[in-house]
């Protein structure tokens, strides 16, 4: 059937092209993994004048294969942006991105890692209407894993605020803005798992039934919550910029024994 549709022709005395090649199956061995891989010989036969192969029938002056070289791109980019060439050297940025040959890493520069550090590891801040505090984290803060030290450590400040300035709050629904999503749900639902934890969260349940007030979280980003980011971060002229109605003088933050529930 496929002879009769001319899908099939042969068998032939004689080969119907003037050159005819079938390049033969060959396995090519890994030069640095060792790995057998299989290959479509296209210059196969090799060094027979009689025989050409498909790679040297090929005609140069129209197709041709060449691979790009060091050279060419280091040629681009001396013409294009020479201002962008450096070295050579064993420590250079690229994309952002510190590469180190000596010590065979890749970082971060110094100046994104100041910018993009988490506040919370180095002290800790609140702000509420024009009176505020800042402070480093005290040496006698309990030891906690890492999954639970972040949401401890953003929980803290909250409570601080709440023993100073609760007596403020009577009959009021206070909003605490976080930018730690655990912390958030911790205070909406009002308990953890963490022994440590949960003596933050009864310290703000008496807190907020000694001076009536209710309370909830919000989840809000750090690059918004400027304010409270600046005071823990100890930037004070950024913050007066924040908020230039704040009081002159912080207050003054109570002690761990004071802030954690006993």
Known sequence: MNAKKAFVHGPFQSLPFANYRV????????KYSGKKRLILDLSSPHDNDNFLSINEMIDKEECSMSYVKIDDAIRIILKLAKHKTEG??????????ILDSNKMEARLPNIKVQRIYAASTIGFGGYFQGKWFSSYWPVNLPTLTENSSMAFLELYPIVVAALLWGHLWPCKKIL????NEATVAIVRKGRSKCLEIMKLMRQLTWCA??????????????????????????????????????EQNPHICPSVSEVMWS
């Open 88 to 97: 050579p050297v064993t420590c250079l940025e690229y994309l952002g991105i």
């Open 176 to 179: 605490f803005w976080c930018d």
């Open 23 to 30: 390049s033969p199956l060959g396995v090519a061995e890994g």
């Open 209 to 246: 039934a000694q001076f009536n007030f209710h309370f909830s979280a919000k989840h809000v980003p750090g690059h918004i919550n400027q304010i409270s980011d600046a005071l823990s971060r100890f930037q004070m002229t950024r913050f007066r910029k924040l908020a230039p109605q704040a």
